[in-house]
């Protein structure tokens, strides 16, 4: 018994309690998110304040990037999932020339908003070192994950934080 709970102890901690209520003063000690600016692929601009109210998830990624592009289908899955819902996909392209997303974009059907980070602001501010790297911005606008590469049960952590974060936001907490 008592090796079942180090075990499961050690789960948690791993993966992160996404699901289990947070304390009041747990959840006010995640920082804010930064309040960046970035224009957006097909015209207009994204602010990181705009969207309070909505869970967002980043994924901050490149054209040039494979594991990026592979993980694109998850990503369109993702987002399909939680329509409707409190719930926003941006993807961060990491190119220098937008011109590699707006291909990459028409080829994939890609259908999500895309900000545009080649001159790499919000790479810098987030002091970002890989792609693909995913941020959960909870609707109260606090940074609640950062996972990167999504390998090794990462992708299963985004769902979990995502699908706790969103049940969050649809209660008023």
Same mark, same amino acid.
């Given at each position: 018994?008592?090796?079942?709970?180090? /075990?499961?102890?050690?789960?948690?901690?791993?993966?992160?309690?996404?699901?289990?209520?947070?304390?009041?003063?747990?959840?006010?000690? #995640?920082? =804010?998110? !930064?309040? #960046?600016? @970035?224009?957006?692929?097909?015209?207009? *601009?994204?602010?990181?304040?705009?969207?309070?109210?909505?869970?967002?998830?980043?994924?901050?990624?490149?054209?040039?990037?494979?594991?990026?592009?592979?993980?694109?289908? @998850?990503?369109?899955? /993702?987002?399909?999932?939680? *329509?409707?819902? *409190?719930?926003? /996909?941006?993807? %961060?392209?990491?190119?220098?020339?937008?011109?590699?997303?707006?291909?990459?974009?028409?080829?994939?059907?890609?259908?999500? !908003?895309?900000?545009?980070?080649?001159?790499? %602001?919000?790479?810098?501010?987030?002091? =970002?070192?890989?792609? !693909?790297?995913?941020?959960?911005?909870?609707?109260?606008?606090?940074?609640?994950? %950062?996972?990167?590469?999504?390998?090794?049960?990462?992708?299963?952590?985004?769902?979990?934080?995502?699908?706790?974060?969103?049940?969050?936001?649809?209660?008023?907490?």
């Amino acid at each position: 018994m008592r090796v079942r709970v180090m /075990l499961l102890t050690l789960l948690l901690g791993a993966v992160g309690c996404a699901g289990t209520q947070q304390r009041p003063a747990a959840r006010a000690a #995640l920082p =804010l998110f !930064p309040d #960046l600016e @970035a224009p957006l692929m097909e015209g207009g *601009k994204v602010a990181i304040r705009d969207l309070r109210g909505t869970v967002v998830v980043l994924d901050v990624m490149a054209s040039w990037c494979q594991t990026c592009t592979e993980l694109l289908p @998850a990503w369109d899955r /993702l987002a399909e999932h939680y *329509k409707g819902r *409190k719930f926003q /996909l941006l993807l %961060v392209s990491q190119d220098e020339d937008p011109d590699e997303m707006r291909t990459l974009a028409r080829a994939r059907g890609l259908h999500h !908003p895309i900000a545009l980070d080649g001159t790499e %602001v919000w790479w810098n501010a987030l002091r =970002l070192g890989s792609v !693909p790297t995913a941020i959960v911005i909870g609707a109260d606008g606090r940074q609640v994950a %950062v996972i990167k590469g999504l390998a090794e049960g990462g992708w299963a952590r985004l769902e979990a934080v995502v699908a706790a974060e969103v049940e969050r936001a649809e209660r008023g907490r």
